[in-house]
């Protein structure tokens, strides 16, 4: 669950009241996006280090309860409703524009839903799960009649349409070091089987890695042109995609909370130099 490394940062930014008129999350990102803007301080590190023990988080029980390995509805409905609540109203009155990638299944391409056109209840138990329906692992989401799973596959990091909506001078949080590169995926003959009937949807997923791997490299090219600041960790984090032992997520959200901290005076400096429109990519 590299998602804690990200929680540790948005926590350094609520800490020190740092705001953004639009920003927009993937998956496990768009969750910590939603508790950023709802501005519940460590509330995405009590899910990952926390909720995350629960038996109804993840495992093999949820695929017979709910044909998902992911909890969804212990993700989306009991901990914002009950056990950890969601701050509804405060998310809803933002003026941060919020929004999550979630991928049509019929197409293959990415749709990207703002919050400010959903109820905030509807959003944060159709869309945000959605975002965060891994493929093989969760069934797909229905909305308005759409099928949609996992914004990842379309748009790990939507840099491009930040800046196709207005956004030139960007920030980013991402979750791999500087040398990292994303292999073909080794599950692609169960996947083609899995989404036999979305072809367009298979075709996308075998070509993720080649997409994903261009926009690191334009996202490397902005770099050198100073219109982004991206926070990344500066080593690999060895940890397995659905990671729970809280000892390693404690320690990943606290790498993020530490370069955020690092890197506080640089991102200041930078905000002076480019006095524009801002985007927290995560």
């Not at 944060?124 to 069934?139: H, Q």
């Not at 984090?237 to 404690?250: F, R, S, T, W, Y």
């Not at 606290?254 to 524009?276: H, M, P, S, V």
Request: with cysteine; net charge positive; glycine share 4%.
């Amino acid at each position: 669950m590299r998602g804690a490394f990200t929680a540790g940062i948005l926590d350094f930014f609520l800490e020190n009241e740092i705001k953004f008129p639009y920003v927009i999350g993937v998956s496990a990102g768009a969750n910590n996006g939603a508790n950023f803007i709802a501005e519940q301080y460590e509330r995405s590190k009590r899910i990952f280090i926390q909720h995350s023990q629960d038996k109804r988080y993840m495992g093999l029980n949820r695929v017979v309860k709910e044909k998902s390995y992911i909890g969804m509805k212990f993700l989306f409905h009991d901990l914002p409703y009950d056990i950890d609540p969601f701050d509804f109203d405060t998310f809803a009155s933002s003026d941060t524009e919020f929004k999550t990638v979630v991928t049509e299944c019929k197409t293959g391409m990415p749709a990207y839903l703002s919050h400010k056109d959903y109820d905030p209840e509807f959003f944060i138990r159709k869309v945000l799960r959605a975002s965060s329906s891994l493929p093989l692992l969760c069934p797909p989401v229905y909305i308005n009649g759409k099928c949609y799973l996992d914004g990842g596959i379309s748009d790990s990091i939507p840099i491009r349409k930040a800046i196709a909506d207005g956004y030139q001078n960007n920030i980013l949080i991402l979750t791999r070091d500087k040398s990292y590169r994303k292999k073909p995926s080794k599950l692609q003959r169960v996947l083609k089987f899995k989404y036999r009937k979305y072809p367009n949807l298979v075709e996308i997923i075998q070509k993720r890695h080649i997409r994903y791997n261009e926009k690191l490299n334009y996202i490397e090219k902005l770099e050198d042109k100073d219109q982004i600041f991206v926070f990344r960790p500066e080593e690999e984090i060895d940890i397995k995609v659905l990671e729970n032992d809280p000892e390693q997520m404690l320690n990943l959200y606290q790498r993020g909370y530490q370069i955020a901290t690092e890197k506080f005076t640089d991102l200041n400096q930078w905000l002076k130099d480019n006095n524009k429109k801002i985007l927290s990519a995560i």
